[in-house]
């Protein structure tokens, strides 16, 4: 058998595969298994998108190779008009936004178009595993920026080494946060496009859960910052914004040449979207909402965040996201605490270490619990952690 590609070795053992194993066996094994794993919105894509999407496949002309520049123009001109409702950013839909299959294809193909061997990629950690395998993939250096609870989970710029950042072509930021549940305000995005100016470095800001929000928040967009679209790149994505994981469809919007560029590697990898799906989605972006799914996490949240905190936890409760950002007993590290749950509990959340080496002492509880009608699985949770003695308390 021929030898596989070297660069498919910088890629680290995949350990939400290890978890799904796991998963797996304890359900092979009849436990009732409370999941807590997996981003995966549990409610359905809400029904007028739906029908939008049947209309739009009934239509023969969509059943073709999408032969547009950027993608379809229907889907272009509605996120570019949704942008705009929601964060006052003017952008030209032909030049300033792309359509994704998904905003994680997007985000792995950015690396790949700006990175060569030798470059650094500024990466947060704990953070999505997207920005750091394929940033190795590309053959570029790692420097991660540690999210620490001390600093609000949010990357320390000043501690980055003029060195370092000067052989940096990207900085990486997620906010709100996956996997800590953090938000950040616009005065941290102000900071970030005045470094990413000053050493001439593309700043991606992966915004999939910015309408993902409860309480009143109103999450910022890196592009609001006045001379941002001179340096940074956002990326949206319908899969949390309308329960739409599996439909695959999402965008980046941005600085022009950032966007010609991950559109020249696209061009060469991908013929876009089923456009049925990109007109279901410039439906959603002007007309949809989500807000009865997005109340029921909320609810999920509260149940979870006060649950935990009577079991001697101080979590504050998130004001976005599906996450749950859980301490784990001193006694634990996140991956044995992880096992200790599933064994114990018959709960399942993913270890922090498998998000970085400062997820360490973390395990990601997510709100998004198939068969949970009213947040009845989430004190279902707590309360068999409680009867495991997995709490702080013990």
Not at 5 to 21: C, N, T, V, W
Not at 119 to 129: F, K, M
Not at 244 to 255: D, K, L, P, Q, V
Not at 309 to 336: C, D, E, H, K
């Amino acid at each position: 058998m021929v030898s596989r590609s070297s660069r498919l070795d910088a890629i680290p053992p995949y350990l939400f595969g290890e978890i799904a194993r796991l998963k797996a066996e304890a359900i092979q094994a009849g436990k009732d298994l409370i999941d807590l794993g997996i981003g995966d919105p549990d409610q359905p894509t809400p029904a007028d998108i739906v029908e939008a999407l049947a209309r739009a496949a009934r239509d023969p002309e969509t059943h073709r190779y999408d032969e547009s520049p950027a993608g379809d123009p229907a889907f272009l001109e509605a996120v570019t008009r949704r942008l705009a409702r929601q964060f006052g950013v003017t952008l030209d839909p032909a030049s300033q936004v792309l359509e994704l299959i998904g905003s994680k294809e997007g985000l792995a193909h950015l690396a790949w178009a700006f990175l060569d061997a030798g470059d650094v990629s500024l990466v947060p950690d704990p953070a999505y595993t997207v920005y750091r395998v394929n940033s190795l993939m590309a053959g570029a250096e790692v420097f991660a920026m540690p999210l620490l609870a001390e600093n609000a989970f949010l990357p320390d710029l000043s501690a980055i080494p003029g060195e370092v950042a000067r052989r940096a072509k990207l900085l990486w930021v997620n906010y709100p946060n996956n996997p800590t549940g953090a938000t950040a305000e616009r005065a941290f995005f102000e900071d970030a496009v005045r470094f990413c100016r000053d050493y001439d470095i593309l700043l991606v800001n992966d915004a999939a859960y910015a309408e993902v929000t409860f309480d009143g928040y109103e999450c910022p967009s890196a592009l609001q910052v006045p001379g941002a679209l001179d340096v940074a790149i956002e990326f949206h994505s319908f899969s949390k914004m309308f329960n739409m994981t599996g439909w695959r469809i999402g965008m980046a919007a941005g600085n022009a040449d950032a966007i010609a560029a991950l559109n020249k590697l696209k061009s060469n990898v991908d013929s876009k979207q089923f456009r049925a799906v990109a007109q279901a989605a410039a439906y959603a972006a002007d007309h949809a909402s989500n807000a009865e799914a997005l109340e029921l996490i909320r609810k999920r949240r509260d149940i979870l965040v006060d649950g935990l905190n009577s079991l001697g936890w101080q979590i504050p409760r998130p004001r976005a996201t599906f996450y749950v950002w859980v301490p784990v007993p001193s006694a634990f590290t996140s991956m044995t605490y992880a096992a200790a749950l599933l064994e114990r509990a018959g709960v399942l959340a993913i270890p922090g270490i498998g998000y970085g080496q400062y997820g360490d002492g973390y395990v990601r509880m997510s709100l998004t619990v198939s068969g949970d009608t009213s947040g009845e699985r989430l004190a279902e949770a707590v309360r068999r952690i409680a009867d495991a003695r997995l709490g702080p308390r013990g």
